[in-house]
């Protein structure tokens, strides 16, 4: 909580620095806040983004963006990459949720455009609430049980290069590679199901379900949550 | 369905990624001075250029009318954004009273493009130059001998309210897309450098600008752009407003 606190604080003070330094930046014709959506969020991750970028020196800008992923594990709709050996003894509905607060800093490296346009460098470091759910159906047998595991926290690190245009005057279009790493705490990584329901000695691997969320695109299925993201948003500049 | 999204993202990604992109800024060490009175800027006859280098030799060169009534217009725009007025006097608009132009404003803007080009001049190393930290301002350099034109021109300060005129032009250059590449595609290992060989940027503009006081008769800031991409719109806006607002802000010791 005091992390996602701290977050949230240093967000809001890159927005008051960067209002006081409007009138040091160019922006685009002036504009240097940019109110974005990533269409890719409920395409492939059924979830919902929003961010801002704020414009605070001529090659650089700050970025606060809010994140819902929502992940259905064997889902006819979303196949993932990786085949699970856990299938025979586990249920066929799970449901991992996660909200998440990234702040970064994105770095412009046309030298003729200034931010916010052109390609550009992002830098993000966010926290992650996760919440998973699901039916738990042990060996094979016909008894089920539902599970609920969570609030799990855990930190976000990405990379993404990218390029921003501006159209019409005040609309941007933000297409952008990430590479991305969860962080979950060692406590958090093993589940044990016996907490819920004495008698049933299971334990679920957390790295089993987090390494889903590396990125939206390809997953390398580490326990680490690392993987390709892939992000296209559309925003309005705004003076 | 998430491979095709990939890929063609990809297309779209290396065409715009592979941009480059180069600024040069020059000042006048007596701009620092002026700047706070520049708010009054009169351009000559703004130019927009366009060849295509895949076209036949006969209309390879091409003078868009429509590109550059696009091109004044974005300029008027951004300089009222910066703060600027800025005033367009346009051969394309004369009337049989508008003798100013043939008699002074086109001799004018001759010899500030030929004092530009020919007349040799040093720049002071600045911290604020191209290797210096231009991630936050713009790089720009500092004249050590001014470029300078006649004196005959001052008396048109009286007469435009403004001692600062300036020339504005733009020249883009589109070669013809190889698409030869393509072929490499057959080797699928070969797909994605097929695609960014083939997306990448076919075009280059350069944007320029000369600001000129005509009562010190010297040359006050110059600066030129140059992009690998045609001028659409939103680089067109983005362009001219950062120019303006750079003409604005004075030289850092």
């Given at each position: 909580m005091k992390k996602l606190v701290f977050t949230i604080v240093i967000g809001l003070s890159c927005l008051l620095v960067a209002s006081q330094a409007q009138a040091q930046v160019s922006g685009h014709r002036g504009g240097i806040f940019v109110i974005k959506t990533d269409l890719m969020s409920p395409l492939l991750d059924w979830g919902a983004h929003a961010g801002l970028e704020i414009v605070a020196f001529r090659k650089i800008s700050f970025v606060v963006d809010y994140n819902l992923q929502r992940e259905f594990l064997y889902g006819n709709f979303l196949k993932r990459n990786r085949e699970f050996d856990y299938d025979m003894r586990y249920g066929e509905d799970a449901l991992m949720r996660a909200h998440t607060i990234s702040v970064g800093l994105r770095m412009y490296s046309n030298k003729a455009l200034p931010a916010p346009q052109g390609s550009y460098w992002e830098f993000k470091l966010g926290i992650a609430r996760y919440q998973i759910s699901g039916v738990l159906t042990p060996d094979r047998s016909s008894a089920q049980y539902t599970f609920t595991y969570g609030p799990l926290a855990a930190g976000r690190l990405s990379t993404t290069y990218g390029h921003q245009w501006i159209l019409f005057s005040r609309m941007s279009l933000d297409l952008g590679f990430s590479v991305n790493f969860n962080m979950f705490s060692y406590s958090n990584q093993y589940l044990n199901v016996n907490e819920t329901y004495p008698g049933i000695n299971e334990e679920i691997e957390v790295s089993e379900f987090t390494d889903l969320y590396g990125g939206n695109i390809w997953n390398f299925g580490s326990s680490l949550g690392v993987g390709f993201g892939l992000h296209l948003a559309v925003g309005i500049v705004v003076p | 369905m998430r491979l095709i999204l990939f890929a063609l993202a990809g297309v779209v990604f290396f065409g715009s990624c592979g941009v480059t992109s180069e600024l040069l800024v020059e000042k006048s060490p007596e701009h620092k001075n002026e700047v706070k009175k520049i708010k009054k800027i009169v351009t000559i006859d703004p130019e927009y250029s366009l060849v295509y280098?895949?076209?036949?030799?006969?209309?390879?060169?091409l003078r868009s009318e429509k590109k550059e009534e696009e091109f004044t217009k974005t300029l008027e725009k951004s300089a009222k954004k910066a703060g600027i007025e800025l005033v367009v006097l346009d051969?394309?608009?004369?009337?049989?009273?508008?003798l100013d132009y043939f008699n002074y404003l086109a001799p004018l803007k001759q010899q500030v493009m030929v004092a530009s080009t020919l007349q040799d001049v040093t720049l002071k190393k600045s911290?604020?130059?191209?290797?210096?930290?231009?991630w936050v301002r713009a790089p720009y350099e500092v004249f050590k001998e001014v470029p300078i034109i006649t004196?005959?021109?001052?008396?048109l300060a009286d007469k435009y309210g403004t001692p600062y005129f300036a020339m504005h032009g733009m020249l883009t250059v589109v070669e013809k897309r190889n698409l030869?590449?393509?072929?490499?595609?057959?080797?699928p290992v070969m797909i994605p450098v097929s695609i960014a060989m083939v997306a990448k940027p076919n075009a280059h503009t350069y944007y320029y600008t000369v600001v000129v006081n005509v009562e010190t008769s010297e040359v006050l800031y110059r600066e030129v752009r140059y992009i690998t991409?045609?001028?659409?719109s939103g680089v067109l806006q983005g362009m001219t407003y950062d120019s303006f607002r750079i003409v604005k802000k004075p030289a850092k010791k």
């Open positions: - | 280098l895949a076209k036949g030799a006969d209309d390879y060169y051969k394309e608009n004369l009337n049989a009273n508008d911290r604020y130059g191209e290797n210096g930290r231009n004196s005959e021109y001052s008396h030869k590449p393509l072929w490499f595609m057959f080797y991409q045609k001028p659409v």
